[in-house]
């Protein structure tokens, strides 16, 4: 038999601990359960990752890099702050609405690291993972419409951040498009008033 590349087993335990958890939940993810459903085994796991928080980390990082790629491509320099913030959410909205299992893998993450010792930290790393992101998208969004934020960073990522986990949980319950839609133009609305120009000249002395 030929044998797999490392990257490439990496990527198929990763699908398949999605496949897994999004299937039966996340608590049933076993490393066992996870190499099964890859045709792996059980040793490539631990060959490819040191622990079952590894993979985890890297899963989250899939699904965020994903996200970031997919809001970045409607970034268009010179718009004006609310439109880029408008455009932005609502790719990154529709992103995550065609992958809702995906959601729901990464919220059941969260709650089962608050419960569960030995994923202890995961859910602490998997939202600094998210303020960082954010973060540097929202510096480019800024940057793009020629403005800069009047608030710390820290606080306007986290703003985003809670903005989108409420309403993909919310959508998750309910399906409602339409007020998704509603709610984000909302907050980009809002949002967008705590920046400023970027070039804003400074007060000369009397």
Known sequence: MARVPAQQRRQELIDAAFTVM?????????????TAQA???????????RSKQELLQELTTTVVNELV?????VLRPGANLRDGLRDGLRR???TAARHPDQQLVLYELTCLSLRDPA????GKWQYECYFTEAARYLEDVAAAAGTKWRLPMPV???????????VCLGW???RNDAQVLEALDGFADQ????AEPASTSAALPG
């Open 22 to 34: 999004a299937r039966d939940g996340v608590a049933a993810a076993s490393t066992r359960a996870i």
């Open 39 to 49: 045709n792996a085994p059980l040793s490539a796991f631990h060959y490819c990752f």
């Open 69 to 73: 790629r997919e809001a970045r491509e």
């Open 92 to 94: 990154l909205w529709e």
């Open 119 to 122: 994923l202890a930290g995961l």
């Open 156 to 166: 306007v990522s986290r703003m985003f951040i809670t903005c989108i986990d409420g």
């Open 172 to 174: 998750l319950a309910d």
């Open 191 to 194: 949002l967008a008033t705590f």
